[in-house]
């Protein structure tokens, strides 16, 4: 039973922008937490954007704010990633993921136990 799938990614200059969304269904809906991480070739996954979900408080990694907004569409159980100059240092595959309960480390993976299967973000440079 897929709960949380990503679409969105695809090849972008540098400069340019997307825009991901991340569609929850089953019990990944009315998660109090969604997040995006990342994981470029080689590196550790890492944090991008959190909201909660009832509150629509947003976080963000300090090297995507002011580049990335990150939100949520209640009526379509919707996660959107906003991402505006992007950069070649941007380029990984972008995850998005749910919490089971309410957590205060916004910024840890192990917070989360729902994840979608990814999808690549590639910005040429």
């Known amino acids: 039973q897929v709960q949380l799938v990503e679409s969105g990614g695809g090849l972008v200059p540098a400069g340019g922008s997307l825009r991901l969304s991340c569609a929850a269904s089953g019990r990944a809906v009315g998660s109090p937490v969604m997040v995006w991480f990342r994981q470029a070739p080689g590196k550790e996954r890492e944090f991008v954007a959190a909201?909660?979900?009832?509150?629509?408080?947003?976080y963000y990694a300090d090297s995507m704010k002011g580049r990335f907004t990150v939100s949520r569409d209640n009526a379509k159980n919707t996660m959107s990633l906003q991402m505006n100059s992007l950069k070649p240092e941007d380029t990984a595959i972008y995850y998005c993921?749910?919490?089971?309960?309410?957590?205060?480390?916004?910024?840890?993976?192990?917070?989360?136990?729902?994840w979608g299967q990814g999808t690549q973000v590639t910005v040429s440079s």
């Open positions: 909201i909660r979900w009832t509150s629509g408080i947003t």
């Open positions: 993921a749910a919490s089971p309960r309410v957590i205060t480390a916004v910024r840890s993976q192990s917070g989360y136990d729902q």
